[in-house]
Structure formats: C-alpha cells, structure tokens
C-alpha cells in the first residue's frame, strides 16, 4: 500500500539554520555574534553581524562546506513532530532548495538527528523567475506541501494543501496577496502536526 506523502522544507522547517549561521560566523571569525532581533526572518538581522563583500565574504562562505551540511540542528519540536506525521502513515520526504551536491550530506544530517525521513530532494537552480521547488513537488504529488518561504509555493498544484510555517516576521517574505494561496499557516511544524492529526 502506498503512503500519503508528506513533503517538507528544510531550513525553517525542520532545521535551525539561524544557529548553524552563527557557528559559522564563529568559525570563520572567531566571534559569536549577539542577538539583535529575535523576531528576524534573515540571519544576517536576526544577528549582530556586518554586511561582507570581496575576500570576507569568499572567507566565510568557505565555512557552509560539506561539515557545515551534515550539522545544523534540528528546530525545537521537529523531530517529535515529524515521527508522530510519520506514526500516523505519512511517508515524509524533504524537498530543499540546496546545490545537488550536498543532497546526501542533508540526508545524513538529517538522519543523524533521528527524522524519519529516508529521501531528500535537491531543487538548486540559478534562475530566479522561476520556484526551483514546483516541478519536483507536482511530481511526486504531496498531499501536503510544507515550507517557510512564500515564493516556493508558486506554481503549486491547488490539489496539494500548501501549509506555510511563518514565525520570525521582520523581513518576512511572507506578506502580500500570494497569502491567499496559502491553505493553512502555522507558527512550527509541531503546531502544524497538532493541527493536521487532530
């Protein structure tokens, strides 16, 4: 028998890429950055840290290697919710905006920090008029679409429930007349799961 599939974001959703952005930071210049806005939807203003350009920036983008993608913490809830989605006969697979060769190194990520997840779908691409997410989630055909980032929901087939995580709202893309697209929103993925299983 076939299980109802599940897909879910990574970032946002299921991992913590706001800490995993400040370890980097400390890696690259030995400082931890202080918080500056606990409400920010990007890391660079949730963060006490400066705008980088040329050689610093080159410096620090070194650091989101193959180590940086095998250990970003899970988000507070996730994991639970994720084995209760799948206690429940969902089969979850992770759909993420990432270059295709980290793929595995979020599988194993992932897997390290005990989601039940056995598949992760790498959608990076270099045009930005289009969502590098649609093809891939029309065609496995989710009964449920989950991410945190608006955008990604476009072009969505309107038979999958797009269910939207959106809780750090300064800077949030998540505003404007594509809400109304949106079939449910919610502050965590554990608020979602408490929702859908009820």
């Known amino acids: 028998m076939v299980k109802p599939i599940i897909a879910l974001d990574a970032d946002g959703v299921l991992l913590n890429y706001h800490v995993a952005y400040r370890n980097a930071w400390y890696k690259a210049f030995n400082q931890l950055p202080a918080l500056k806005d606990s409400n920010a939807y990007w890391p660079i203003d949730r963060w006490e840290v400066r705008k980088l350009d040329g050689d610093e920036l080159i ?3 070194s650091y989101f290697n193959k180590k ?3 250990n970003i913490p899970a988000i507070d809830g996730a994991v639970d ?3 209760s989605l799948h206690a429940a ?3 979850l697979i ?3 905006a990432l270059e295709s060769k980290f793929e595995n190194l979020r599988l194993k990520n992932l897997k390290t920090l005990g989601f039940p997840i056995n598949r992760v779908i790498a959608t990076s691409t270099t045009d930005e008029r289009i969502n590098p997410k649609a093809e891939v989630i029309n065609s496995i055909k989710p009964i449920v679409f989950i991410d945190d980032f608006l955008p990604y929901y476009r072009g969505i087939s309107k038979k999958i429930h797009k269910a939207l995580i959106s809780k750090e709202i300064n800077g949030s893309p998540n505003l ?3 809400l109304k697209e949106i079939d ?3 502050t965590s993925l554990e608020m979602f799961t408490t929702w859908w299983l009820k």
Request: hydrophobic residues 35%; charged residues 20%.
């Open 184 to 186: 449910s929103t919610h």
């Open 68 to 70: 940086f993608w095998r």
């Open 59 to 61: 410096h620090f983008r």
């Open 94 to 96: 992770c759909v993420s």
């Open 81 to 83: 919710a994720c084995n």
């Open 89 to 91: 006969g969902f089969e």
């Open 176 to 178: 404007g007349v594509e």
